[in-house]
């Protein structure tokens, strides 16, 4: 199977035929000098934003926890890179090199599974920060005086006042996926959601002196709405690799329903809110500024939706397929219009630090002891302790939930 899938590799990349040989002294070298200076090589995944922000802010913030010392080259995927703005940042941070030069020596040592120490750029789960360090460290991007100049005044250009309060706003659809890959990718289609589902908490948010920023690379329809404090940036093809970047770091908070972009929100610190989160221990609730509402989970068998308690003792927990909930006889149920304008009207009133909801707090406090911190499912750690909080109105309104 492993030989297969390297014969695979070296048919699309033919340099390969020429360059594996070339690095195996190179290789040798690395593996001598390590006990003196270590060098490590690794891959940046640079086709997908949630990816090359997360997957890489995380790295290196495990790297800095443990304290651990090493020179890392790094290259970029064969493909299109995400965002230029993003890379060129990310260039300023680390050592990014050709990729024929480092290709041959990592895919060496990903074949060969003792030289793992040589790898770097893996992170302990992913995106997934189950040290909860987003919280304990700054983020490492930074954008210099002249990128935030240069964002003021584009500011103006997409009808966003240069002194305005704004959030971000994104919804996945398929279209993304589909602009990159030339079909349509229905995988994770189940995390699919309607725009249109939002005019009713962007309404609100822009009534609370907000406005809205429509996010995305790709996307189906515009949203309907006639409100020009909602600007749909998206897909009035407003939006620029620059502008994404800059508009992440300088939001108030980022409206999401767990797709790429939020996580260049995430990367500079800001408060995500999420809608529609499945499955469901794929909750964010790993930083203190994160506030979530997941889909329910209805079972075609029992004819009834399923506790947080039935949930987690099944293996539907962490489907990540449309297939494996439909074999599973599990229809998920998304947020609705109203359950997600009173999520955003809590993120909007925590973010004015005007909160406040002692019966919410009861529940959260109720969620927490059965969802349990730290859990290990399937031997994997998928989050750390519990910092986020679910949505105080969608806890009040399912308390059977909490069962």
């Known amino acids: 199977m492993i030989n297969k899938k390297i014969i695979g590799i070296i048919r699309n990349e033919l340099d390969l035929i020429f360059t594996l040989p070339i690095s195996i002294p190179f290789l040798f070298l690395l593996i001598v000098i390590y006990p003196f200076f ?3 090589v690794g891959f940046l995944r640079s086709d ?10 995380l790295y290196l913030l495990e790297k800095k926890n443990k304290k651990i010392k090493s020179l890392d080259l790094f290259y970029l995927g064969r493909k299109h890179v995400c965002n ?5 940042l990310w260039r300023k941070e680390l050592i990014i090199l050709p990729r024929f030069i480092l290709r041959p020596l990592c895919l060496q040592i990903r074949f060969f599974k003792f030289l793992n ?4 750029g893996n992170t302990l789960c992913g995106q997934r920060d189950v040290l909860n360090l987003l919280d304990q460290y700054p983020a490492t991007i930074r954008l210099s005086d002249d990128d935030l100049i240069r964002g003021d005044n584009e500011k103006l250009k997409i009808g966003l006042p240069k002194k305005a309060k704004f959030v971000c706003l994104i919804v996945r659809d398929s279209s993304y996926l589909k602009k990159i890959y030339g079909k349509k990718i229905s995988i994770h289609d189940y995390r699919d959601t309607d725009i249109n589902d939002f005019v009713s908490a962007c309404e609100k948010l822009t009534q609370l002196g907000y406005y809205v920023i429509r996010m ?3 996307v189906k329809k515009p949203i309907d709405t006639n409100n020009e404090m909602i600007i749909d940036y998206a897909f009035k093809n407003l939006r620029t690799d620059f502008m994404d970047i800059y508009l992440a770091s300088k939001c108030e908070f980022c409206i999401t329903t767990g797709t790429g972009f939020d996580g260049t929100t995430l990367m500079f610190r800001k408060p995500n809110i999420y809608v529609n989160i499945a499955p469901l221990f794929f909750l964010r609730i790993e930083c203190s500024n994160l506030l ?3 889909c329910h989970y209805y079972s075609k068998k029992l004819s009834r939706n ?5 949930i987690i003792s099944s293996n539907s927990a962490i489907y990540l397929e449309t297939k494996s909930f439909f074999d599973d006889g599990i229809e998920l149920i998304k947020n609705s219009a109203e359950d997600i304008k009173q999520l955003c009207i809590e993120a909007a009133k925590r973010n004015s630090k005007e909160w406040v909801d002692d019966k919410g707090d009861k529940l959260h406090e109720r969620f927490i002891k059965i969802f349990q911190s730290k859990k290990v499912f399937r031997a994997v750690v998928y989050h750390g302790e519990i910092k986020g909080r679910i949505g105080s109105d969608f806890l009040k309104k399912n308390q059977w939930w909490l069962n």
């Open 38 to 40: 270590k060098i490590k």
């Open 292 to 294: 979530s509402i997941p």
């Open 48 to 57: 997908r934003i949630g990816h090359f922000t997360l997957d890489t802010e």
């Open 84 to 88: 230029k703005t993003l890379e060129r």
């Open 216 to 218: 995305g690379a790709k």
């Open 117 to 120: 120490f040589l790898r770097c």
């Open 306 to 310: 399923l506790t947080i308690s039935e």
